[in-house]
Nanobody, 119 residues
Framework: QVQLVESGGGLVQSGGSLRVSCAAS????????MGWYRQAPGKQRELVTV???????KYADSVKGRLTVSSENAKNTIYLQMNSSKVEDTGVYYC?????????????WGQGTLITVSS
């Protein structure tokens, strides 16, 4: 069984900074990629960023230059640094991981952490 636990969400003023983290634990052989998705009120969940175990990254156009993903592979942990935050960054941020526990790759999700950007 794999668990993803997010932490660090909260309230930030527009233009401010915030960092959230996600740690994966359990019977993990490998993690090929981890990422962040977000769901704003009344909207569908969308990709924010992904980072592979080789360090390759991908970002949604709306966050490029403001949000940065990083990882500590040895700890199965990723971070999302939010700078120059905008009100439209508000939402529940979900951690996602492509995990191999010896039975093939499975898609795992955290419970989500709320980030609210106030104007």
């Amino acid at each position: 069984q794999v668990q993803l636990v997010e932490s660090g969400g909260g309230l930030v003023q527009s233009g401010g900074s915030l960092r959230v983290s996600c740690a994966a634990s359990g019977n993990i052989l490998t993690i090929s990629a981890m990422g962040w998705y977000r769901q704003a009120p009344g909207k569908q969940r969308e990709l924010v960023t992904v980072i592979t175990n080789g360090g390759g990254t991908k970002y949604a156009d709306s966050v490029k230059g403001r949000l940065t993903v990083s990882s500590e592979n040895a700890k199965n942990t990723i971070y999302l640094q939010m700078n120059s935050s905008k009100v439209e960054d508000t939402g529940v941020y979900y951690c996602n991981a492509a995990v191999d526990v010896g039975l093939g790759i499975s898609d795992e999700w955290g419970q989500g952490t709320l980030i609210t950007v106030s104007s």
